[in-house]
């Protein structure tokens, strides 16, 4: 399956995290929308606790699928326009998360962009990109098909009501997926993990000394170099958003996988990343694609009303287009490496 992945940049380096003593005993490492998953258990790890871990990411992966016709969002998406489509409670959970994000962002943030999504084939991959025309990039995102306020959900149904619209929780699922985790690592009593879905990060529990973990976010003009910056933090998921992974040239200008569905193209504003950290990874993962297009002003002036609204700390850090670097917050603390 493939997911816009909004949320791609972030690293860990391991003896940091583990200290000089501690290792991990044995990894999970598997494929699983559209990256690689990593679990890490310190002290914990069993064959048994691995296997639940991944039959949730499974489990997940088929559900939001957007190639699987048996998946909730290809049926809903299938029946836009003809009729309601009965849903499972994890994925009315998702999508009620994603349209809360779009209300509080006025559609930064837009779970039913699909159809504007696949106009620029997003989900192909950067060298796969298509730059749509102008008309294109109207008849997709301006004329309906793009536009969260039109879902309908009643009881455990969802309604498209124009033929064309799709639902897309690629931007946000990964980090439904890693608090599912989260959840198994709580039910089996584990103490300490690290997870990574393919960078929806979460560093569960205390290292042995409590010290608290240290997680690095990649220097968005060298993605490949060593981190920009490395916070120090504990019992947190951290994403991150920016438009210099995924991308395609043409005619000397970048066009990256980030699109402001207003505009209908990649948003464009003050930020080359954004990085939300908070305890539920699927508030990270909503607010870090809403961040990103709003710019570190509004995302600032909304942050109190974020922080009421899913009652927990939410912290940001953002790196301006000039590479200037400021947080808001206190759960974390950054510092450049």
Request: charged share 20%; net charge negative; aromatic share 8%.
């Amino acid at each position: 399956m493939h997911f816009i992945a909004a949320v791609i940049i972030i690293v860990i380096s391991l003896l940091n995290l583990t200290g000089c003593t501690q290792r991990p005993k044995e990894s999970l490492v598997l494929e699983a929308m559209d990256t690689v998953c990593t679990v890490t258990l310190f002290d914990d790890a069993s064959h048994a606790i691995y296997d639940e871990i991944t039959e949730c990411i499974r489990y997940n992966d088929a559900l939001f699928s957007i190639s699987n016709p048996q998946s909730d969002t290809c049926r809903v998406n299938s029946s836009a326009g003809i009729k309601p489509e009965k849903v499972s409670q994890e994925f009315l959970h998702v999508l009620k998360v994603g349209m809360t994000v779009a209300s509080l962002t006025d559609g930064a943030f837009d779970p039913c962009a699909g159809a504007l999504i696949d106009l620029w084939n997003i989900n192909g991959g950067s060298e796969n990109f298509v730059v749509p025309s102008e008309e294109e990039v109207k008849r997709a995102g301006i004329q309906g098909l793009s536009d969260w306020t039109k879902i309908t959900m009643e009881d455990d149904a969802v309604f498209l009501p124009y033929k064309g619209m799709k639902i897309n929780l690629g931007a946000i699922a990964k980090g439904w997926v890693c608090d599912c985790v989260v959840q198994v690592l709580r039910k089996n009593n584990v103490r300490r993990a690290v997870i990574d879905l393919g960078g929806n990060v979460y560093v569960y529990g205390r290292k042995p000394d409590g010290s608290p973990w240290a997680v690095g976010i990649k220097n968005p003009e060298n993605p490949d170099g060593a981190p920009f910056l490395k916070l120090a933090l504990n019992q947190n998921s951290v994403v991150t958003s920016g438009g210099y992974e995924r991308y395609v040239m043409k005619d000397g200008i970048r066009y990256h996988h980030i699109l402001n569905v207003w505009e209908g193209r990649p948003a464009n504003s003050d930020l080359a990343s954004v990085t939300v950290i908070a305890q539920s990874s699927l508030v990270c993962d909503a607010l870090s694609t809403a961040a990103f297009v709003l710019g570190q002003d509004e995302t600032r002036r909304l942050a109190p009303e974020f922080s009421r609204q899913f009652n927990m700390d939410i912290g940001f850090v953002f790196i301006s287009n000039d590479m200037s670097w400021t947080t808001l917050g206190s759960s974390f603390v950054a510092n450049e490496l």
